[in-house]
């Protein structure tokens, strides 16, 4: 019995040895014939003695045919978004601004090419893969395990020495163009919708509930940062060149740079060459490798300040302007919309770009029957940035903004000091109150499955669906008989609306769509207010008081509570069960202290980040400020503090502490 089982976990370790080979090396070490009687003698074998099964098998990379929905868990570190840079002016200003913040340290910089797919995360075990999660809102995202199996460019178990007893390492997951124009061409021949390009693509095949399926359309990953207690090195660049010795998949474009020019040498050569590249990229990605820096450099709301992206210019093509329609959005606002002969751009075809606002289409000059030139911004968002005046026919007429509102017929309104267009009749207005629905039931919101743009038009039609609210006295028997439905779609949305009731409270203030008030900025309220009858009672003053709050947001939402059609939905809403406050561990800790302080951060600091800092000004109650200004309460210093930054906070008598006298504030 012990010569099969040394035999299984041979068949296993040469089988992983050949992937890496050809999945990751691109240099395949063995036929096709004899890799596959190697799968299929350790297939019968497991079959035989299941005693010996191992979820890590590379048996199971084809995936089984069923699946449970995901589940969601939070990240141990959350995952922000970079900052982008258009132009090499720009890089080179991010690497004087980290120079500047590490007063004049010698640094380093990695640069690694920017993959068009889907974030991952990656969770290891004594060497094992124990969980793979999607990028989700950042702080928290779906357990794709089962699927992440599959992609045979990922190690299941480890190989070589030196791996951390726990660690996480993270990456893109993407889809070939091989693969990808083989599944757009298998669609199309069925006669389905066509995937727009490989991140799309991606991301919906990861999400798919059957692995099998997933193992299908042979998705790869590359793996670009590692995160943990006790890496094994003390750089970036280090680290990855040691996963790459464990099985990683590491793209050979990762390179060290020192100075600006050896960072501009790499962006001129990593934009001639992208074109070549097996997988899609829409840009480069600039790193700190010392780990100690970048420990110190910390983050902003919304990405670290040791890295940024660089995003390649955008292809251009011209083609002709069908017409002008105009989109009402949630919040009224009128969009302008290019409708445009197909034309192909940056691998996908493109029939319709955003002229944005009445201003912008006025300063292009857009006439009826134009040739346009369309670009994508970061190779993803059309856009349109001119005419070609020399293909214009004589007597065409400039394109005029539409006076009303094209779905309800009401005269619009301009928002003071802005230049958008805005119909009134918020409350009265079809793809107002159903975009404001299908916004309550995004992802990033209440995550309630099935209803879509057409589906929220429907129901708001049949008149099943005034506001959001009516969401939770829906039935299955008033949905299965609608076009389209049946009873299995009409039980995914009751099951969708169940599930939202356990929703965050964080998340249900940015479902409500309270003007101005996006993801981030929803969950600092929330953090800070604690529930739902504080945010509808504080003052704008007082809601001012909290990070990225300020006098139009504060305006914004004392408005919005302040109608009773609004304040009834969140009635509606919380007799549901909708949560309508922080869970008691999100508040535990949390402390007046700092009572509305505003806080300004410089320096490096030995005892705590500077993000840690952040985190503890905000769990205090305290604010944090990128500038110094007159309302600043305190400047935290720590060493190599900017002299201009110091001279400014004396010059208006700011009082200035360093971090053992903020630590007595807060009673530690």
């Known amino acids: ?37 190697m799968v299929k003698e350790l297939e019968a074998l497991e079959r035989e003695h299941p005693e010996y099964d191992d979820p890590l098998s590379p048996t199971h990379r084809v995936g089984s045919d ?124 069925r006669g389905e919708s066509l995937f727009a390009n490989p991140r799309n693509a991606a991301a919906g095949t990861l999400k798919l509930l059957n692995p099998a399926e997933v193992s299908r359309r042979g998705l790869d990953a590359y793996l670009y940062y590692m995160l943990g207690e006790n890496l094994p090195a003390d750089t970036h660049y280090a680290n990855m060149q040691l996963a790459r010795t464990w099985g990683f998949k590491v793209s050979d474009h990762m ?8 960072v501009d040498r790499y962006i001129a050569r990593c934009d001639a060459e992208r074109h070549d590249l097996p997988v ?63 034309v192909l751009l940056s691998g996908t075809v493109v029939k319709r770009a955003s002229l944005h606002n009445e201003d912008i289409m006025r300063t292009l000059d857009i006439h009826d029957d134009d040739m346009l030139y369309v670009e994508k911004g970061g190779e993803i968002i059309p856009k349109i940035t001119g005419v070609d005046l020399s293909a214009r026919r004589d007597g065409s007429r400039p394109v005029e903004f539409v006076s009303h509102c094209p779905a309800c017929g009401s005269a619009l ?20 109150i159903a975009g404001r629905i299908e916004h309550f039931v995004s992802r990033r919101a209440m995550n309630i499955d099935g209803i879509g743009a057409e589906t929220a038009d429907l129901l708001c039609a049949m008149g099943r669906l005034k506001d959001y609210s009516d969401l939770y006295d829906l039935r299955v028997d008033d949905l299965q008989n609608l076009p389209g439905f049946g009873i299995t779609s009409a039980r995914r949305i009751i099951d969708g609306v169940r599930s939202s009731l356990e929703v965050p409270f964080e998340r249900v203030v940015f479902a409500l769509s309270i003007p101005f008030v996006g993801e981030t900025t929803a969950r600092k309220i929330a953090r800070t207010v604690g529930n739902i009858d504080n945010l509808m009672s504080w003052s704008a003053e007082r809601l001012e008081s909290i990070e990225d709050v300020g006098p139009r947001i504060a ?13 009834n939905a969140v009635e509606r809403l919380r007799r549901a069960g909708v949560r309508m406050a922080m869970a008691e561990e999100s508040t535990e800790g949390r402390t007046d202290l700092l009572g509305g302080k505003s806080f300004v951060i410089s320096g490096v600091f030995s005892r705590h980040s500077r993000d840690e800092y952040k985190a ?3 769990q205090n109650g305290g604010k944090n400020v990128s500038s110094i200004s007159k309302k600043t309460d305190y400047v935290l210093a720590g060493d190599n503090m900017g002299p201009a930054k110091l001279e400014k906070a004396r010059k208006l008598g700011i009082t200035i502490i360093d971090e053992n006298e903020f630590l007595r504030m807060i009673g530690e």
Request: aromatic share 8%; charged share 25%; proline share 4%.
């Open 280 to 342: 899609a990229t829409d840009g480069l990605v600039f790193k700190v490798n010392s780990l100690r820096q970048q420990l110190n450099l910390g983050f902003t709301a919304k990405s670290p300040r040791w890295a940024v992206a660089y995003k390649f210019a955008a292809e251009r093509a011209l083609t002709r302007l069908r017409h002008v329609s105009f989109d009402v959005g949630r919040l009224g606002i009128i969009t302008p919309v290019a409708n445009l002969e197909p």
């Open 1 to 37: 019995m012990d010569d099969i089982k040394d035999r299984i976990d041979t068949l296993r370790r040469e089988i992983e040895r050949h992937n890496h080979s050809y999945y990751v090396d691109n240099s395949p070490t063995v036929s096709d014939y004899d890799y596959d009687m």
């Open 616 to 618: 503890l000004i905000e």
């Open 413 to 432: 309104v301009r928002v003071e000091g802005e230049a958008a267009w805005v119909c009134p009749n918020k409350y009265g207005c079809a793809p107002q």
């Open 66 to 189: 069923i699946s449970a929905g995901f589940e969601q868990t939070a990240h141990i570190y959350p995952m922000l978004s970079l900052g982008n840079t258009y132009s090499i002016d720009e890089v080179d200003a991010w690497v004087d601004r980290i120079e500047g913040a590490l007063a004049g340290e010698r640094v380093e910089i990695v640069g690694e090419l920017k993959f068009d797919g889907t974030g991952i995360s990656l969770i290891y075990e004594h060497g094992r893969l124990v969980r793979a999660v999607t990028r989700g809102d950042g702080e928290k995202g779906d357990v794709v395990t089962d699927n992440v199996k599959t992609i045979r460019s990922i190690p299941l178990q480890l190989t070589g020495e030196g791996w951390p007893e726990r660690f996480e390492i993270r990456g893109e997951i993407v889809m070939p163009w091989a693969s990808f124009d083989r599944l757009n061409a298998e669609r199309e021949a």
């Open 555 to 567: 305006q914004s939402i004392v408005d919005f509570f302040a109608e009773p059609v609004n304040a």
């Open 255 to 262: 390179q060290l740079l020192h100075g600006m020019a050896e």
